[in-house]
C-alpha cells in the first residue's frame, strides 16, 4: 500500500486553529498527519500522530525535523498552507526527495516584484510596478505611473503593509507605512510602487496537477476604508457567472510563475469589467476562504492540497450548489475589547469565532497595527445564492454585541 503519511509545516497557536484548524481536520479524514510546528501542539493533537517542534524560518532546524520524521515514518509528501513557509516547505521537500514545486518558483511567487515581471513576461494583464528602496526612488516611480498609487511590501501578505497614495504630499507618511510592514520580508525587503487598479476585487480558488490548473471558485471581496486594503468581508457562490471569465487569467498567472502542483488563491481586480491581476498567492486562500468553498461547492480545497503534494490526482467534483459569506469583526476604533458576544444564533449560521478576549488591545492599521491586532473574530453564514448568505450574514452581523473603550 502506498504510503498515507504527510509532513505540514504550520504555525501555531489560537490564530492557527481559528484559521487554519479546518484544513487539518480535512487532511487528517484521509491521512496520517505529521506536524512541524514552533510551538509545542495543543489542539493539533487531535489530528496528529507525530510532530517536531522547530522554527522553519530556521532551515538547519526545519531540516533536522524533516530527517527526524522522515526516520521515523514513510512520507508521501510535504505541505503548507502557510505563505512564509512556503520556499522553506519546498526545499525542505526537496531535501526529503518527495513531491514539491522548486524553492526558486515559490520564491517567485513570494516575491511580488518578480512576479510582476513574469506577468508581463508572458502577457497576463497585471498592474504597473516599480522597486523602491528610498523615499526619492519612490517618488520618481510614482511621477511614471501616476497618481493614485498602491505602496506595498515585496514580499508579505495579508495587506501587511498596503496602503493607496493619491497625492504626493502623502507619499512620505504611506512609504513610511509600507516599508514598516517590509522590513519582516524574506524573499525581499523592498517596497513596490503601483498602480492603483481601480474595481471590485476578487480572488480565484485553483488547484494544479501536473501543470494543469483548475479554478474551482471566485470569491467576492469587500474591503475596509480607504487607504488600507483590509479585507473586511468575502462570498463564494457555487454558480457565480464570473468564473468562467476570470478562470483562464487565473491559469495563466499559475504557469507564468512556473507553478506545476498545490493550490493557489490568485488575487485580481476587475478594471472596466476585464481581469487585472494582483497576486499569485501558492497556498490556501485565508480568512475560511477554502471552507467557503467546501460548504459553496462541495470541493474540499484542504484535501486537494495534500492529495497534490502527494504525486495524486485530487477530486475536484463540485458536489453542491449554494453559497457561504465570511464577515470579518473589526472595531470602529482601536483601544481595549471590553465586550464580545453574539445574542442569537440561527440556522444558517455555519459558526461564530472569536479570537480577542475581553482585556485585548486591538490596533487598527491607521494606528500602526494590522490584521492580527485589530481583528476580534469573524461569523460564517451559508445561502442558497450570494445575495441570501450575504442578507443573513448583515442579519447576524446586527446581533453582535462589541463594545471597545478607545485608546
Known amino acids: ?21 479546518y484544513c487539518l481536520e480535512s487532511v487528517a479524514a484521509s491521512y ?34 524533516g530527517r527526524a520524521l522522515a526516520d521515523r515514518h514513510q512520507l508521501a509528501g510535504v505541505a503548507t498552507w502557510t505563505e512564509w513557509y ?60 501616476g497618481y493614485p498609487i498602491v505602496l506595498k511590501p515585496a514580499a508579505r501578505a495579508a495587506s501587511i503593509g498596503v496602503i493607496r497614495v493619491d497625492r504626493v504630499e502623502e507619499l512620505p507618511a504611506g512609504f513610511e507605512f509600507a516599508s514598516a ?45 480607504p487607504p488600507f486594503f483590509e479585507e473586511v468581508a468575502h462570498c463564494v457562490d457555487a454558480a457565480d457567472p464570473l468564473l468562467a471569465q476570470v478562470a483562464p487569467v487565473a491559469a495563466a498567472a499559475v504557469k507564468a510563475l512556473g507553478i506545476t502542483d498545490g493550490v493557489q488563491h490568485v488575487e485580481m481586480r476587475l478594471v472596466n469589467g476585464r481581469p487585472r491581476l494582483v497576486e499569485v498567492n501558492a497556498r490556501l486562500g485565508g480568512d475560511m476562504i477554502g471552507h467557503l468553498v467546501r460548504l459553496a461547492t462541495g470541493v474540499d480545497l484542504p484535501r ?26 473589526y472595531p470602529a476604533y482601536s483601544g481595549t475589547l471590553t465586550e464580545r458576544r453574539l445574542d442569537d444564533t440561527f440556522p444558517w449560521l455555519e459558526r461564530v469565532s472569536f479570537q480577542r478576549e475581553v482585556g485585548d488591545l486591538l490596533v487598527l492599521p491607521q494606528d500602526g497595527g494590522d490584521m492580527f491586532t485589530a481583528r476580534i473574530g469573524y461569523l460564517i453564514t451559508t445561502g442558497a445564492n450570494a445575495a441570501d448568505a450575504q442578507a443573513r450574514s448583515t442579519e447576524a452581523y446586527r446581533y453582535l454585541a462589541v463594545q471597545v473603550t478607545p485608546a
Open 1 to 21: 500500500m502506498p504510503s498515507r503519511t504527510i509532513l505540514v509545516t504550520t504555525t501555531s497557536g489560537s490564530e492557527a486553529q481559528a484559521y487554519r484548524g
Open 32 to 65: 496520517d498527519i505529521v506536524l512541524i510546528t514552533p510551538g509545542e501542539p495543543t489542539w493539533e493533537k487531535e489530528f496528529i500522530s507525530d510532530f517536531e517542534i522547530a522554527d522553519p524560518d530556521d532551515a538547519e532546524a526545519l531540516a533536522q525535523a
Open 181 to 225: 510592514g517590509a522590513r519582516d520580508g524574506i524573499e525581499s525587503t523592498h517596497v513596490l510602487v503601483e498602480e492603483f487598479l481601480d474595481g471590485p476585487e476578487v480572488s480565484v480558488e485553483c488547484v494544479t496537477y501536473r501543470g494543469h490548473t483548475t479554478a474551482v471558485a471566485v470569491t467576492r471581496k469587500t474591503l475596509g476604508d
Open 86 to 145: 512556503l520556499t522553506q516547505t519546498a526545499r525542505l521537500a526537496r531535501r526529503l526527495g518527495l513531491p514539491t514545486n522548486s524553492p526558486e518558483v515559490m520564491e517567485a511567487a513570494r516575491n511580488k516584484a518578480t512576479a510582476r515581471t513574469l506577468f508581463a513576461r508572458h502577457g497576463v494583464p497585471s498592474a504597473s510596478s516599480m522597486t523602491a528602496r528610498t523615499l526619492l526612488e519612490a517618488a520618481l516611480a510614482a511621477e511614471t505611473i
Open 304 to 329: 486537494a492540497a495534500a492529495d497534490v503534494a502527494c504525486g495524486l490526482a485530487p477530486d475536484l467534483t463540485s458536489a453542491r450548489s449554494r453559497a457561504a459569506a465570511i464577515r470579518l469583526i
